[in-house]
């Protein structure tokens, strides 16, 4: 295993929130009964014109700001010619060589440093209507069982974002997968629920020997609906993958589901070519040229990113950044929880899914307590009870009563030993050499075994060293 290097990229889809479809007036709503939200434009008939969705593009924009791509001055929307039942007009309008969001570079924090997953690209498309087999998959001519096609998803408005094959692990590929989730979702600009349809996620998988140059032929894992789902279809992948070429085989490039329950891979249709669809610019709308006003509008609306926030709490709360970031469940912990509901969902994301603990099993009362007398307990004491956190039966009481060093009568002395010991950097400090503070913090904390409240630290510390 070690010697071979899995290379994965990603294709997500993204149901954009909008109160209309792509290109016409129809609400966008799934609960209606069949056919519903319908109208020319969107069943196709002849001479209907589509006009395009605004919201629909600032959405694109503000998600190409936060993946750092570039927005294009001129976008063209082209078509993408294909026949089946659930695309009456022969074409979906989509985006080719000139999408909205051209390269960009998504940051995704770990342990031992951030890991760069470039950005292909991000563009809009209108979806397909939905079929929906009645009496088995795909129904049967001259049987019973046939197939409904259900227009209202026809023409929504959808996001698709391409990454580079810069993954190197399954566990990258969910990790990367539920940060821009996180992100998407703080953007305001859907829902994105893997369960309900709104953000899915389709995979290429390759791997090579390590430190082999070039890509060996890769295949496609198609629409798999969690994230958990998503990690071991690449995981089987991989290792089918591996098998072949270590067989002496030639992996061969097609498209597969994956079935959770069973494990297994499926082979479908070979994956066609971009020259199979016939792209052509779309001859009834005009290029799409978001001006500086539109850009600064959403740039402006781009909130503080989660993969920044975690960052910046690293360092705020001095929390060991594990490995991942938890998605699922922080809202739960947030509607159960009293009190601080944003330091428990950044306890949460910065923590829990890191030391493998599945939020959904921890008490959000006790989580709370913890989270609520964080300021007061000594570091460790508060990592360590975060860690156990997810166990059966866990209370916060026995480690809350392990209160952190605040006394100035204890620190006092320990402070005035430590700055003696260090002249030099006294003298420096005072000169202006503000950032010597965290040092003198460190020193404070080392000899208390990291027991002492920093905030305690930092006051007394500052009064001393302006004396
Ligand atoms: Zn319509």
């Not at 997500?12 to 209309?20: M, P």
């Not at 479809?21 to 609960?31: G, I, L, N, P």
């Not at 894992?221 to 067989?247: C, H, P, T, Y």
Request: include cysteine; aromatic fraction near 6%; glycine fraction near 10%.
């Amino acid at each position: 295993m070690t010697e071979w290097e899995p290379v994965i990229g990603l294709e997500i889809h993204v149901h954009l929130k909008t109160r209309t479809k792509m290109f016409c007036a129809c609400e966008v709503v799934y609960s209606d009964p069949p056919n519903s939200h319908t109208c020319p434009v969107c069943l196709a008939h002849p001479g209907a014109l589509p006009v395009p969705n605004l919201l629909a593009i600032e959405h694109t924009v503000k998600l190409g700001l936060a993946l750092g791509c570039e927005i294009a001055t001129r976008a063209l929307f082209h078509r993408k010619n294909y026949f089946y039942p659930d695309n009456p007009k022969g074409y979906q309008i989509s985006q080719y060589d000139v999408p909205l969001c051209g390269r960009g570079v998504f940051v995704v924090p770990k342990p031992g440093g951030d890991q760069q997953v470039g950005i292909t690209r991000a563009h809009l498309e209108e979806d397909a209507a939905k079929n929906v087999h009645i009496g088995g998959a795909g129904g049967r001519i001259g049987g019973s069982a046939h197939t409904n096609v259900d227009f209202n998803r026809g023409g929504t408005p959808l996001l698709e974002i391409v990454t580079e094959p810069d993954l190197r692990s399954a566990d990258d590929a969910k990790r990367f997968l539920q940060l821009l989730r996180q992100t998407i979702v703080e953007l305001g600009i859907s829902d994105a629920e893997m369960e309900k349809g709104t953000l899915r996620a389709d995979a290429n998988v390759s791997v090579r020997k390590r430190g082999e140059a070039g890509y060996r032929t890769r295949t496609e894992l198609k629409n798999m609906n969690s994230f958990n789902f998503i990690a071991r279809g690449m995981q089987a992948e991989i290792e089918r993958q591996i098998g072949v070429w270590e067989a002496g085989g030639e992996v061969v490039q097609q498209t597969f589901d994956f079935d959770a329950a069973s494990g297994a891979l499926t082979p479908r249709r070979s994956k066609e070519e971009a020259e199979d669809y016939r792209y052509f610019p779309e001859p009834d709308l005009v290029p799409v040229e978001p001006g500086d006003q539109l850009v600064e509008r959403a740039r402006a609306a781009v909130p503080e990113l989660p993969g920044t926030r975690l960052r910046r709490l690293e360092a705020e709360l001095d929390f060991d950044l594990a490995e991942g970031l938890v998605t699922s469940g922080r809202d739960r912990l947030y509607a159960r929880t009293p009190g601080d509901r944003r330091a428990v969902a950044n306890v949460l994301m910065n923590e829990l899914a890191g030391k493998g603990i599945d939020p959904e099993a921890v008490d959000g009362d006790e989580l709370g307590k913890l989270v609520g007398a964080r300021a007061s307990l000594p570091r460790p004491v508060f990592a360590e009870a975060i860690a156990r956190s997810g166990d059966e039966g866990f209370r916060a009481e026995p480690y809350l009563a392990e209160v952190a060093v605040t006394d100035v009568g204890e620190l006092g002395p320990l402070i005035d030993t430590i700055l003696a010991a260090n002249p030099g950097q006294v003298a420096a400090f005072r000169g202006g050499k503000d950032g010597l503070l965290g040092f003198f913090v460190g020193q404070v904390m080392k000899e208390t075994g990291g027991k002492a409240d920093p905030r305690a630290v930092n006051e007394l510390l500052r009064a001393k060293l302006a004396g």
